[in-house]
């Protein structure tokens, strides 16, 4: 199994169990990521400031010119350092601190954490999540007839650098593909059967974080919803996917550096009370 999801190793304790909170409370998980994980740093900077830049060194150009041609004119050297956007930037800061916070003494429920033996939840997010869990096996039975193929329950995958991990609906065995399954509110699921790419715009980053996590080349995305049309999309492995890869570690390394500096404090502030 380990040869078809290279990237991560695969743990099999239930999903929900203790031992699935303690495995990824300190992870970057499919939850809190975003397309900003995958955001590829470009050099970022205005046509005024590049015709500011052409004016101090007296060089020419068209004031029509478009802000690529603009470019083209500086010299490498004047060119500012590529980076992501600042909001790209919040969002990895508030994934760090949720991570780092997490590792706290302080018993901080799962934001998503819900009862599938209790009653509905009253919010629409929350009544999914709890739907999806007691949806799961029909959600599960339906796909494999589908399809001919046979999902294995996992619990968590974690991926090789030891910061971010995902949990599955299941794999499909034997292929390098995984499964996941959203069973929604009956009005959203509508909407995802007369238009499938909203399905694939509302959860392909998960998908796609999903494969970066594992080495999977391919992720099934299914919407399910008894009573109506089943929706199914095979999301494929892209330079999207790679983008999100090569994101979880650059995460890594700023995660590490944050992880430091909450050190270096903690232990400045241990010394000044001894």
Request: proline share 8%; hydrophobic share 40%; charged share 25%.
């Amino acid at each position: 199994m380990n040869h078809l999801f290279p990237d991560c190793k695969i743990h099999t304790m239930p999903q929900r169990s203790e031992a699935w909170y303690e495995i990824r409370k300190d992870k970057l998980t499919a939850s809190i990521i975003g397309s900003w994980l995958a955001e590829a740093p470009v050099a970022r900077i205005t046509v005024d400031e590049i015709k500011t830049i052409l004016d101090r060194f007296a060089l020419p150009y068209k004031k029509s010119g478009a802000k690529p041609e603009l470019m083209a004119l500086l010299p490498p050297e004047m060119l500012p350092r590529p980076d992501i956007s600042q909001g790209s930037k919040d969002a990895r800061h508030t994934s760090i601190c949720r991570i780092i916070g997490a590792m706290s003494n302080c018993a901080v429920p799962d934001q998503w954490e819900v009862d599938p033996d209790g009653p509905p939840p009253r919010n629409p997010a929350m009544w999914a999540i709890w739907n999806g869990i007691r949806q799961e096996a029909a959600a599960v039975r339906a796909f494999e007839a589908w399809s001919g193929e046979t999902i294995l329950e996992v619990g968590f995958c974690e991926h090789k650098s030891g910061v971010a991990g995902c949990s599955p609906d299941g794999i499909i065995v034997v292929k390098p593909i995984g499964f996941e399954g959203k069973a929604p509110m009956p009005a959203t699921h509508v909407g995802y059967v007369l238009n499938p790419d909203s399905l694939v715009k509302t959860y392909g980053d998960q998908c796609h974080f999903s494969m970066a996590t594992t080495g999977a080349q391919a992720w099934w995305l299914q919407s399910y919803c008894p009573g109506l049309p089943t929706v199914r999309v095979l999301i494929e492995r892209d330079d999207y996917t790679e983008r999100m890869a090569a994101g979880i570690d650059e995460f890594a390394e700023h995660l590490e550096s944050a992880r430091d500096e909450i050190a270096s404090l903690w232990d400045a502030e241990f010394e000044a009370k001894i």
